[in-house]
């Protein structure tokens, strides 16, 4: 029952950081027309409270996950196991589970949109 409850507001915050994720990056059409796509994101990722390395920045974080996902998704009937490769590639680089499948959306939502179809809701 502890278990469950636990799963449960872990799902919950990756929904809240989701949604906090989405609505930074479509924050209204003024802040849209202001910030390019490297700015949104990169606010986004400060939001949602995710800390990256010195040596890498948001954008390039993001581009990357889009590059795993091409390369992976290349041939490849079935989409889980590479979505599942890049969370753990994120989760082992640092991040938890929850934040590396928010950045994960997060990039998908940004830059590499096609791919939203494998990530449900």
């Known amino acids: 029952m502890a278990a ?20 930074t990056v479509s924050g209204g059409a003024a802040t849209a027309l202001a910030q390019t796509q490297d700015e949104q994101f990169t606010n986004a990722v400060t939001s949602m409270g995710i800390s990256l390395g010195a040596s890498d920045d948001a954008p390039t974080v993001g581009k990357r996950i889009c590059e795993m996902l091409t390369t992976g998704l290349t041939g ?23 934040q590396a499948i928010g950045l994960t959306r997060l990039s998908v939502g940004v830059y590499c949109p096609q791919y939203g179809r494998y990530f449900g809701r």
């Open 4 to 23: 469950r409850a636990s799963t449960r507001r872990i799902r919950r915050s990756v929904v809240a950081v989701a949604i906090a994720a989405a609505l």
């Open 76 to 98: 490849q009937a079935n989409p889980v196991p590479v979505v599942r490769g890049v969370v753990n590639t994120l989760s082992g680089n640092g991040l938890s589970r929850e």
